[in-house]
């Protein structure tokens, strides 16, 4: 179900960015506007970008095997990756346009019906970048999240770029069309720089947030009852798989099967509040506390 799922909102992205690209790039084509063929180029990578999210979906959804025990989720990371550059590859493209128009001069034919072109197109952005966020909470995704960053920051340098247009229209100043180009490229770099940090931060198995830790803390404290204390606790992201592991020191007297429910009504725990999490358990002695860490209430 999950699967039919992401290639559901996988393929309507890829449907979506098609219609997106021929509407801003017809848009960019009337009106000869560098800010319209800023938005139009920033669009062009949403096909591509759509392609890669699908392809890494299906990877990271194929089972763990020999090779991949711990599953394949890391290749959302690595499409994140690979989307952040095309980001930042457009933006420095945008701004080696705006450049060459500074210096000729613009020239717009026809801008107001490139404007609501545009508008259509960025209305359609808007909509199903908000359905790629909501996708990518429910399911876990960073590849649809990062996808629906994407697409919503397009929404908002489509916007502005709308109303720098209309005002350049309005007070005859068309000397702005090629500044705001470059504004838009100096937004999209930033948001392709940021895109790729966070994906390497998961490639690196960097900890989940303070917020999901804290979750985590919580629940074990409270259903580890019969436990002395839990410690060297840690966390890692592998795209929609949260792994986690940590000691729990029991007294010397339990036996293994009553160490081994205590274990069983931790996990059962984690997983009814956080779907998509793994826990490895190593139970101690209490010989082996170290008195720090996760108190058992």
Request: glycine share 10%.
């Amino acid at each position: 179900m999950e699967t039919r799922r992401f290639n559901g909102v996988a393929l309507g992205s890829i449907a979506v960015s098609f219609a997106v690209v021929a509407l801003k790039g017809f848009a960019w084509w009337h009106t000869g506007g560098a800010a319209l063929f800023s938005d139009a180029l920033e669009s062009l990578i949403h096909p591509a970008t759509a392609i890669l999210t699908y392809g890494a979906l299906w990877f990271a959804a194929r089972p763990a095997d020999a090779n991949h025990p711990f599953g394949h989720g890391k290749a959302e990371f690595f499409a994140a990756v690979i989307l952040g550059a095309l980001i930042v590859a457009a933006a420095l493209a945008i701004l080696q346009h705006a450049w060459l128009v500074w210096r000729v001069g613009p020239a717009l034919s026809d801008p107001l019906a490139g404007i609501m072109i545009n508008g259509v197109a960025t209305a359609l952005n808007a909509v199903w970048g908000v359905v790629l966020q909501q996708a990518g909470r429910r399911l876990r995704s960073p590849a649809l999240r990062a996808d629906g960053i994407h697409l919503l920051t397009d929404v908002l340098t489509s916007a502005g770029l709308l109303g720098g247009l209309g005002l350049a229209l309005a007070t005859g100043s068309l000397w702005l069309d090629p500044l705001l180009a470059a504004a838009i490229a100096v937004y999209v770099l930033i948001t392709g720089f940021f895109l790729i940090r966070a994906s390497i931060d998961g490639l690196m198995d960097a900890a989940p947030s303070p917020a999901v830790i804290e979750r985590i803390r919580r629940l074990v404290a409270e259903h580890a009852s019969g436990a002395l204390e839990v410690h060297d606790l840690r966390t890692r992201n592998a795209g929609q798989t949260t792994f986690l592991q940590f000691h729990l020191v029991v007294p010397g007297s339990m036996t293994v099967d009553e160490a081994h429910a205590i274990c069983d009504r931790i996990e059962a725990a984690l997983r009814e509040e956080m779907a998509g999490l793994v826990a490895t358990i190593h139970v101690e002695p209490e010989s082996k506390a170290k008195h720090h860490g996760v108190v058992v209430l």
